[in-house]
C-alpha cells in the first residue's frame, strides 16, 4: 500500500501549494464536489472490531477501511483516544493512518482539545504540524483564548463542541442565559462571528440526535459548517438532520459515520450507500428551496 508523503514534507513545502494556502473550508468544499458526498468516514479502532488488540491491529482496521472508502469520502474522522489507549506505539499509528489518507481528503482529527493558551498551543501543533491534520475538534469551555491558537492558522479548521450528540449534553450545553438564548446558541455565534472572525475558519460540532437544536443553530448562523455525528449507531434521523442542517447550496454539514460503515458485511458497499442516501435528501431540500423560489418569483411579478 502506498503512503502518501505530502502532509509529511517541510512546512514551507506544504505552504507553497495553492490547495495548502487556501482556507480549510474552500479546501473541504472542493472535496465535497469532486465526490459528490457529504460522508465523512470515521476511523474508530474499537478493540472489539480488530483482528489483534494492539496498535498494528488499530492501523489495519483504518487501512482496510480507507482503502474500501477513498473514492467515496468527503474527509476521515480519526479519533485520538482509540489510538492514545496503545501508548506511544498508538500514536504512531495514528501517524500512520494520517499519512495513508490520499492527499485532498481533508482529515478531522477527533481529539477534543481545550486548555489555557500556552497548553492550546501545544495541542494546535501536535495535530496540525506532528500529525498534519487539516482540522480538528475543540471544547470550548475555556473561552476564547483557550480556542484562539487552534483558529490562528487560517489554512486550518477548527470544529467547536456546541450541542454534541451525546445523551448528557443537555446537562450544560442546553442552559438558559440571561439573555434568553440556550448556552449552545451563544457558543455557536460567539465561535462563528468573533472568535474566528478573521479566518472564518470555525465550524460547530451540532449532533444529528437532536433535530431541533440543529433547526436553531442553523438559523442563528445560517452560513456555519456543522460537523453533525450521531446517523447510524447513535440512533440519529439522517433525513431529518439534512432537513435541519443542510445550507439552501446543499452543503454546510459534513456526517461522521462510523459503526454503520465499519461493521457493515461489505464497508464499501455500505459508504457508497450512505452516500446515496445522503444526496437522495440532498436533492429533495435544493429542490423544495429550488421550487421555493420561483413561487416567490411568480408572485413578486404578478
Partial sequence: QAVSKDRYLN????????LSMAGFFAKLTKRIQEV???????LDPHKTELDEDSAEGAFRFCQRLIEATKEVAAAYKPNAAFFEVYGADGWTALEKTCRLIPDGIPIVLDAKRGDIGSTSEAYARAAFECLRCDSVTVSPYLGGDGVQPFLKDG???VWVLCKTSNPGSA?????MLPSGEQLFIHVAKVCCNEWAK??????????ATDVDALHAIRAAVP????LSPGV?????DLAAALEAGLRSDGLGILLPISRGISKAEDPKKAAQSFREEINLHRA???AKKTAGYGEEDRRAFA
Wanted: charged content about 20%; hydrophobic content about 35%.
Fill in 171 to 175: 446537562d450544560l450545553q442546553a442552559l
Fill in 232 to 236: 447510524g449507531a447513535q440512533g440519529g
Fill in 223 to 226: 452560513d456555519a459548517w456543522f
Fill in 198 to 207: 478573521e479566518h472564518k475558519n470555525a465550524g460547530l460540532v451540532v449532533g
Fill in 36 to 42: 459528490d458526498s457529504l460522508l465523512c468516514v470515521g
Fill in 155 to 157: 489554512t486550518k479548521g
Fill in 284 to 286: 429533495k431540500k435544493t
Fill in 11 to 18: 512546512p514551507q513545502t506544504v505552504q507553497s501549494s495553492s
